[in-house]
């Protein structure tokens, strides 16, 4: 007979991964986890498995968060181009946000698990996969439509972007200044044109 779940899984996921990504995995002890869900050490090793465990559940919450931002950006511009703009003014929105707190979960993720864990780098490499396919499909339709130029291909281009997008996050730590983060956005965006 399956074990009847007690508590709101999404509402402790919710809190665990503020945790992570406020504390990283190596800072955020047992206790922690315990005390920020409300669960015992054996609730949680009996509903997630181990702590690692539970830290990709929560990397994957995290994710499916953030792909559903991708639809909500796809569903607010008139075009594919100016999705790609509203997507980098919303990543530096959010990198101001969360700069002073926390910074980039997923940079965090990358800098302290991706060498240490192959578990958490397959789900970091899906992440990024994700992104880099919405990156290129963007870039793809607005070659198509004449709103980017074609002197380079849509997945190099989406490379660039990734790469552009992850330094400013990280920049962002420093540069508090949204008007010197929204004009680097416009400059890492113009070579598009």
């Given amino acids: 007979m399956p ?5 709101n899984e999404d509402e402790v996921l919710k809190k665990v991964v503020d945790l992570f990504w406020q504390k990283g995995y190596n800072g955020t002890s047992m206790q ?15 509903s997630f498995g181990s702590k690692i465990n539970l830290y990709k ?11 559903s931002d991708f639809q909500k950006v796809l569903l607010e511009s008139d075009n594919s181009k ?34 240490n864990n ?15 396919h919405f990156l290129t499909t963007l870039i793809l339709d607005a070659q198509k439509y004449g709103t980017i130029n074609l002197e380079d291909t849509a997945p190099n281009y989406a490379y660039y972007l990734y790469t552009s997008l992850k330094g400013l996050q990280v920049s962002a730590l420093l540069i508090n200044n949204p008007l010197t983060l929204k004009h680097i956005t416009r400059t890492i965006l113009k070579v598009l044109d």
């Fill in 3 to 7: 074990r009847e779940i007690l508590f």
């Fill in 32 to 46: 922690d986890l315990s005390s920020v869900s409300g669960l015992n050490r054996s609730s949680i090793y009996n």
């Fill in 57 to 67: 559940i929560a990397l994957k919450r995290y994710q499916k968060t953030t792909e």
């Fill in 82 to 115: 100016s999705a790609l703009y509203l997507f980098f003014d919303k990543a530096v929105e959010s990198a101001i946000n969360n700069s002073h707190v926390k910074g980039c979960y997923i940079i965090n993720s990358t800098v302290e698990m991706s060498l």
């Fill in 118 to 132: 192959p578990i958490i780098k397959q789900v970091l490499e899906n992440t990024q996969e994700n992104l880099l």
